[in-house]
């Protein structure tokens, strides 16, 4: 007898719990609601929060406001959401930095994996191998050849130490063995005109930073680092025709505090997934050169695991640490 009136204590007690869940979900958000973007106005990831956050604030009736928090690497912004009350009022703008960063920094005060619940992702955004014109390499085997047999001797730019272009040539140089030395530049620009002026000779870039270059001939495209090739560049073959398994590119995402409830992140998750299914939304990702992720937040979640795995493999490879 006791035990049955313990089990309808707790079943009480399960009942009152699941309606006060749901009453939280159905009253948010009460307030606006601030997505944290971890780099500058104007960026790729502050672009994607502000087309999300617009849907949202459609979608959910209070404002969704875009707050830039720079610096540490993305880490100081990371860092205030981990921190902030789990109510889904506070979220965060991810991006395949927070998957780097866990493995680049030695000491974090948080673990992105544990502490960042998935939402859903938003964009992928590919990658591309150029040479400069002074390359005589216009395939990847000849490149890898041409390496093999200059070791040290190529460099090979990026946009910053630590940064996804950087970590995808890594990746490049573990798989196939070759040796380039690493030049890295404070951003995408400075580093392609170095390439154009035969300073540095190969580099990973994102298509939206290098396709004009690559349209008007000034750089060879030997590759692009999706598994599958992109309609903007369908002459050029995946690095992984020639590199089995290889794939590296940029990505973003929505994350929110540890412990936000469930039934919140699910709402979340549906009007990101339908405000990505907007036809002008597509085409705005086009734009910046990429193509829409979507899926579950439990989608999101093994994709952001999978990745931060992968690119700690790559860090220790590579002896990467944080500029």
Do not use: C
Not at 228 to 233: D, P, W, Y
């Amino acid at each position: 007898m006791r035990s049955h009136r313990t089990f309808l204590a707790s079943f009480a007690i399960a009942v009152v719990f699941a309606n006060a869940t749901d009453t939280t979900a159905q009253g948010y958000p009460s307030r606006p609601v601030r997505i944290v973007v971890t780099s500058a106005a104007g960026s790729a990831p502050d672009i994607i929060a502000r087309l999300i956050g617009q849907r949202l604030s459609e979608g959910l009736g209070k404002p969704f406001v875009t707050e830039n928090r720079s610096g540490g690497g993305g880490n100081i912004g990371t860092e205030a959401v981990v921190n902030a009350q789990p109510d889904g009022h506070t979220l965060l703008m991810v991006a395949t930095s927070n998957a780097i960063n866990a493995a680049l920094y030695d000491k974090l005060n948080f673990n992105f994996v544990r502490d960042i619940a998935p939402v859903a992702g938003t964009m992928h955004s590919p990658n591309v191998m150029v040479v400069g014109p002074s390359v005589s390499a216009k395939t990847v085997p000849e490149l890898i050849a041409l390496a093999k047999a200059n070791p040290g001797r190529l460099n090979m730019a990026s946009s910053g130490n630590g940064t996804s272009p950087h970590l995808a040539g890594e990746l490049f140089k573990m798989m196939t063995g070759v040796d380039m030395a690493h030049v890295p530049y404070r951003g995408a620009g400075p580093a392609l005109t170095d390439l154009l002026g035969g300073q540095v000779q190969v580099m990973i870039a994102s298509t939206a930073a290098s396709m004009s270059y690559i349209t008007s001939g000034k750089l060879r495209a030997l590759a692009v680092t999706t598994s599958t090739r992109l309609e903007v560049l369908p002459d050029t073959p995946t690095l992984a025709e020639f590199v089995p398994g290889y794939e590296a590119s940029g990505w973003f995402g929505v994350g929110a505090p540890r412990n936000t409830p469930g039934e919140i992140i699910d709402r979340l998750n549906n009007e990101i997934n339908a405000g990505l299914a907007d036809p002008k939304i597509k085409a705005r990702f086009a734009d910046l050169g990429g193509t829409v992720l979507g899926g579950s937040a439990a989608d999101f979640g093994k994709f952001v695991a999978d990745e931060t795995e992968k690119w700690s493999k790559v860090v220790t490879f590579a002896g990467a640490k944080a500029s």
